[in-house]
């Protein structure tokens, strides 16, 4: 099954310079506490942003670099969109985790969207796909603050 999970403002911006803008404690944990033990999936640069192999997850990295190799058992490396595929229909849950363009060939095929909207109007360069909110469901809406940054934890479900 597959599922996405993002960080994003009211603008639908989601990073700058291959980074998160925001660093929010709760989000981050949440983002551990649902991706625990199971794959994320994720382009090139994003898990080459990332500070090291995420413990006890499978990353699966999407290049078009057909050279491109990590020696790791916990990553496993696709060279097209439509390999991803093969988890749609996975009883294991799979959670689409970026880049921006991942996420925007991905959506079509996503079941949730775990949601974290920043209440917030940062420029970016990297940006989540506009989806149509009548296509879905809220399952969860929880508001919260962290110093002066407002953001809500948001899960669709598509209907």
Not at 44 to 58: A, G, Y
Request: charged share 30%; with cysteine.
């Amino acid at each position: 099954m597959l599922h996405i999970i993002a960080a994003l403002n009211e603008d639908y911006v989601l990073g700058r310079d291959n980074k998160l803008i925001w660093h929010i404690p709760e989000d981050l944990k949440r983002f551990k506490d649902i991706t625990y033990g199971k794959s994320i999936i994720m382009g090139r640069k994003t898990f080459e942003s990332l500070p090291c192999i995420l413990p006890k997850r499978k990353h699966i990295v999407i290049t078009r670099d057909t050279n491109y190799n990590i020696l790791d058992e916990r990553v496993e490396i696709l060279h097209h969109i439509e390999d991803v595929l093969k988890y749609k229909n996975s009883p294991i849950e799979s959670f689409v985790s970026g880049g921006g363009e991942i996420y925007k060939q991905l959506l079509p095929y996503c079941n949730k969207l775990y949601l974290t909207k920043i209440h917030s109007h940062e420029k970016g360069d990297t940006y989540f796909p506009k989806f149509d909110k009548n296509n879905y469901h809220v399952i969860e809406f929880k508001k919260h603050c962290y110093g002066n940054i407002k953001y809500s934890f948001i899960t669709y479900e598509k209907n």
